[in-house]
Nanobody
């Protein structure tokens, strides 16, 4: 069983930065894809950024130029968030596809004040 543990969320003022981490544990031989999603109050969960096993990335238009998805190793992923806006306030979730099975983290709260 693969488990994802997210960390790095918190309260930050507009214009500030945060780095979210996603640590995977369990039997992992390869990661097919990984990504970050978020869900704001009263809204549907939306894609923030994704990365394939070959390194190609995709970002939501709302975060392009501000957020960066990266992978330190086979079991750790990051989301660097710069120039944060109040609209970025949401619970952020890590998603990984491991051995062609989807796993989700528990989510970490990011709150950006005006």
């Amino acid at each position: 069983q693969v488990q994802l543990v997210e960390s790095g969320g918190g309260l930050v003022q507009a214009g500030g930065s945060l780095r979210l981490s996603c640590a995977a544990s369990g039997s992992i031989f390869s990661i097919n894809a990984m990504g970050w999603y978020r869900q704001a109050p009263g809204k549907q969960r939306e894609l923030v950024a994704t990365m394939t096993n070959l390194g190609s990335t995709n970002y939501a238009d709302s975060v392009k130029g501000r957020f960066t998805i990266s992978r330190a190793n086979a079991k750790t992923a990051y989301l660097q968030m710069n120039s944060l806006k109040p609209e970025d306030t949401a619970v952020y979730y890590c998603r990984m596809v491991v051995h062609y099975t989807e796993y989700w983290g528990q989510g970490t709260q990011v709150t950006v004040s005006s």
